[in-house]
């Protein structure tokens, strides 16, 4: 493979990113002993580091795309290096010359949809709340309690508009009074920044926010981690702060406070897979298997993998919108290690998370085996 030689570049990029973070690692090797890739294949974080430092990175190459993003490495480093930081940069320096091998041409799919639609889907933005017709879901208006924040994979995927309609239905349930944005939302940005299009994510968060102050929000409902993530996060970097909170967060509350009751039992054996941008990156494992613990009759198990050490599922950073082959996924080992702890339904909370392990439940032949269901699915069963 070609090596551009001396990339000074890729330095000057990685210096923007955060400084000289790459010059502390002494090459120990630690992240690519814990990375989920080396379950797969080989792949070594410790190396792009290394080359990245002379300014010698193999900007074309695949390597630079795999980082899902997952935060296993940054946790356990012992010098305290932003791994991801890196990927992104190298990924920006990549965007920048449009080196893309070819398991990376979805993503530039992705990224002209969301620069002509707002939605990495090519779904119309007009249809945005389509799926929220028959519902008689409000839009958003001043007073309200909370802005509902759908995103783009329960916006537009058929199987992901059953965690929207879940979702609407116990709020309405619940009498909270909410609203979503319908065509004047836009995606949050959070993957695509990690692909290294920055101008791309500044375009969406710019515009989101200007939508969110034109209509007086202050407290928005997420069904998605990554656009908690990037809203708690990334979008105070813009001066702003909306108080976010994830729908497993919400829900909680509102049983907490006597306003949402469930009715009913689930006897049923039931693990929860904790998203990277839930758990690892902000640190929510308590609120989801609270809420599971709500339910009558539900059994809750966890995987050896479980907390801070859950395995990704491989859509983070991107990675959802590029091509995997089989033999390459985490997410069918995910479901076989939900499979072992022999649950009747694998819970979780995010679409990344459910879109891999539907297709791995496809190409495992488990459809009989297990249900993969968001927990807002699990809690409308029981209005
Ligand atoms: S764990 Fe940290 S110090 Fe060790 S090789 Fe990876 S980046 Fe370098
Ligand atoms: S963040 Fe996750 S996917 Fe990326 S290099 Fe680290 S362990 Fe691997």
Redo the contacts with the bound molecule.
Sequence with gaps: METIAPFLEVIDEINEAGGDIFK?????????SVCPWNKVRPFS??KL?REAAFGLSEVEGEDIWRCTTCGT?PA????G?K?IDIAVALRRVATEYELFPPSVKSARTARSSLISEGNPLQGDRKKRADWAKDLSVKPYGEGMEALYFVGCYLSYDPRMKKVATATATILKKAGVRFGILGDKESCCGESIRKTGSEEVFKNLAKENIKTFIDNGVKKIIVSSPHCYHTFKNEYPEFMVNFEVVHINQYLLELINEGRLELKGEMPKRVTYHDPCYLGRHNGIYDEPRDLLKKISGLELVEMEAHGKNSLCCGGGGGRIWMDTPKEERFSDIRLKQANETDAQILATSCPYCITNFEESRLNLEFEAVIEVKDITEIISELL
Excluded: A, E, N, S
């Excluded at 502390?24 to 690519?32: A, K, N, R, S, Y």
């Excluded at 356990?76 to 010098?79: A, E, H, K, N, T």
């Design positions: 502390l690692c002494f090459q120990c090797g630690l992240c690519d974080m410790r580091i490495c356990q480093c012992p010098r290096v791994q």
